[in-house]
């Protein structure tokens, strides 16, 4: 599984990156409100960090719309992949993006039929928002799970990045299905190392060498 980070803040890329956990990255334009910076200077300087694939999203609703800012945010670097909504535009506007040869992330996905349309686009990432979709008291895990079906059913190529994750056990569930990528908050992140019997186990083990009186060196 790849991780992805789902993020506009650059010291928490810089942070994570540095500790080689991340694959990509997932804005969105409430990520760049939250990071407080311009869309085009935040984005820059996350592309100069992270090597692997950088998602940002246009804001037009409409296909010429869309277009005019993809060209705008595709020329920030190589390893941009552009997000476009689930919508007719945004379909229309990923077949083109991608008969360019640049990468699309087709994002607010909410059903395995609209996943289907965006593969049938092209789309070089499909993202289900799974903690939307628990927060209507439905199962954001079972869309995953039927994407990742109806997908391998057809061989198609579009990677499954599970997004809108609240949880580790969100990141479990989507690698246990077999989504290709999460795009993971920074905290959420962190906490994936986290157990209490590794920290209880290292603490007796380091009160044990203590006892020895030996030093390694
Ligand atoms: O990548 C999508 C993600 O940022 C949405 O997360 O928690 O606002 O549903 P959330």
């Not at 941009?80 to 077949?95: E, R, Y």
């Not at 640049?102 to 994002?107: E, G, K, L, Q």
Request: charged share 25%; net charge negative.
């Amino acid at each position: 599984m790849k991780f992805f980070v789902d993020t506009a803040d650059v010291k928490e890329i810089q942070e994570l990156n540095d500790l080689g956990l991340v694959d990509g990255v997932t804005t969105n334009p409430s990520l760049i409100m939250k990071s407080g910076g311009k869309i085009l200077d935040v984005t820059r300087q996350i592309c100069e960090i992270v090597k692997g694939p950088v998602s940002a999203e246009v804001t037009a609703t409409d296909y010429e719309g869309m277009m005019k800012e993809a060209k705008v945010l595709m020329k920030i670097a190589d390893n941009i992949a552009i997000k476009v909504p689930l919508t007719l535009d945004g379909l229309k506007a990923c077949k083109a993006i991608r008969s360019d040869g640049r990468m699309v992330n087709v994002t607010l996905c909410f059903s395995a039929t609209q996943a289907l349309l965006a593969a049938k686009a092209g789309a070089s990432f499909i993202s289900p928002f799974v903690g939307r979709i628990d927060d209507m008291a439905e199962e954001g895990m079972e869309i995953v799970s039927e994407i990742r079906t109806i997908y391998d059913n057809y061989d198609f190529k579009t990677e499954i990045l599970a997004a809108s994750i609240r949880s580790v056990n969100h990141v479990k569930q989507a690698a246990l299905i077999g989504a290709d990528i999460a795009t993971v908050p920074p905290a959420t992140l962190k906490a994936l190392v986290k157990h209490p019997l590794t920290d209880k186990g290292l603490a007796t083990f380091l009160e044990d060498w203590k006892k020895t009186g030996q030093h390694i060196g």
